[in-house]
């Protein structure tokens, strides 16, 4: 089961495990998790390139993922924050389609 772990607070999203839905490279709901991680980290990028913030901490390996941004001021919190919730919309989503394959959470 793939675990989705979003704190508001810091903006650090977390991911772990496998939804084991399909054969390996072909499992739909991973791929699913997949795009909406590396459309998010493409985000902070680009917020990172606006001098919104930085980037502080980014893994991206099998069955495991991480993102850390810290917001420059609270100026720009919420528009860094917006992006992080569009995506967590998507594992949200997810998680209701899929209750045996992933889980999501926001703290």
Do not use: R
Request: with cysteine; aromatic share 12%; hydrophobic share 40%.
């Amino acid at each position: 089961m793939i675990k989705v772990t979003y704190n508001y607070e810091k903006n650090e999203l977390t991911i772990t495990g496998h939804a084991y839905s399909g054969k390996a490279g072909h499992d739909l709901i991973c791929a699913g998790v997949s795009t909406l991680f590396y459309t998010l980290v493409k985000n902070a990028q680009k917020l990172e390139a606006l001098k919104y913030g930085k980037i502080k901490e980014f893994k991206a390996e099998t069955g495991e993922g991480k993102l850390l941004f810290k917001s420059k001021n609270k100026n720009v919190s919420a528009a860094v924050k917006n992006v992080f919730c569009s995506i967590c919309v998507g594992f949200e989503m997810l998680a209701v389609e899929y209750p045996k394959n992933i889980l999501y959470f926001l703290e």
